[in-house]
Each structure stands twice: as C-alpha cells, then as structure tokens.
C-alpha cells in the first residue's frame, strides 16, 4: 500500500520514498521479522487480537481515488501498525526480539516521516515529535483487521509495505 499510494502524486525528482534502495531496505527488515516471528513458539502470543490495515486493496479503484484521501489511510494504517507493534513489545519476553521490535517501530516512523515530507494535507495531527495521531473523531482506517498472532501482524506488516511500485 505505501508503494503504491508514492507512485501517484508528485512529479519528478524521485521521491525519497521511491527509491528502491530505501524501500527494499525497509521491506527486507520486515520480512525478516516477520521470518524471525515464525519460528518464536513460547512468549510470542498475542492476550487479545489487534487491529491492522487491510492490506488486500483493489489497487485498480484505490489510485483512482482522492490523493488526500489515499495519503490519510496510509497514514492510519502505519500508525495502526505502530500502535500493534507497540503493544506486543510489551508482551514479548524476549530480548532478542524485542530488538526487532524496535527496529520495525522505528522503520515505520521513518517511513512516517519521509511521507509526511511529502506534504500531503491528512486529518488527524503531527505532534512536535513529527508523529502523527489520527482525528479525534475516531476514523483511523476505513479498512481494518484484527490479527490473533505475532505472525499475522508481521504478515500484514510486510505487506503492507511491499504493495504496489513506484
């Protein structure tokens, strides 16, 4: 969805969000979370499920959609990943992954960043730490799913970022 949604909009130069070489840094981080999350069996399990961004997007009628609209959802959906990731750090045991843990919040208020730069208008607010909150009305994510395991959100995650091109 983030690839997708930096093709549309601004023209040339390229985006710092477009360049492979940053993207395919953040996506293969992902997956190897998401690799790493496959085989942590004790200490991984989520108390109750989390909402995450529905990745599974019918791109052909999502680009056709309004820019400010597209910006917001993709927006909430890194904020409802930070938000998960944040709550299964607290949960996991282990300081191996918590490593990783970090390494994926800390991707996502990267990504966050560089598509603020962009300056595309969204609702919702930027603290003074450039992180944004979602409006006050409660309208995260038009598209949402609950994800029961580590695995799934870390799924999710990784597609969440690798749909779509440039």
């Excluded at 492979?20 to 991984?44: H, N, Q, W, Y």
Aim: overall charge negative.
């Amino acid at each position: 969805m983030v690839l997708q949604w930096t093709r549309l909009g601004l023209p040339s130069p390229l985006r710092p969000i477009c360049d492979p070489r940053v993207l395919d840094r953040f996506i293969k981080e992902a997956r190897d979370t998401e690799f790493a999350m496959r085989s942590c069996s004790e200490g991984c399990s989520l108390a109750e499920p989390l909402s995450v961004p529905l990745t599974s997007v019918d791109f052909a009628i999502w680009e056709k959609g309004d820019p400010q609209k597209q910006a917001q959802e993709v927006q909430s959906g890194l904020w409802l990943l930070a938000q998960a990731i944040s709550a299964v750090r607290v949960s996991i045991t282990s300081t191996a992954l918590h490593s990783l843990l970090d390494n994926s919040h800390s991707n996502i208020h990267s990504i966050g960043q560089v598509i603020r730069s962009l300056n595309f208008p969204v609702s919702g607010e930027v603290d003074m730490g450039g992180e944004y909150t979602p409006p006050a009305d409660g309208t995260v994510h038009e598209d949402t799913w609950r994800v029961s395991s580590t695995l799934e959100l870390f799924r999710v995650h990784t597609n969440f970022l690798r749909e779509g091109n440039c």
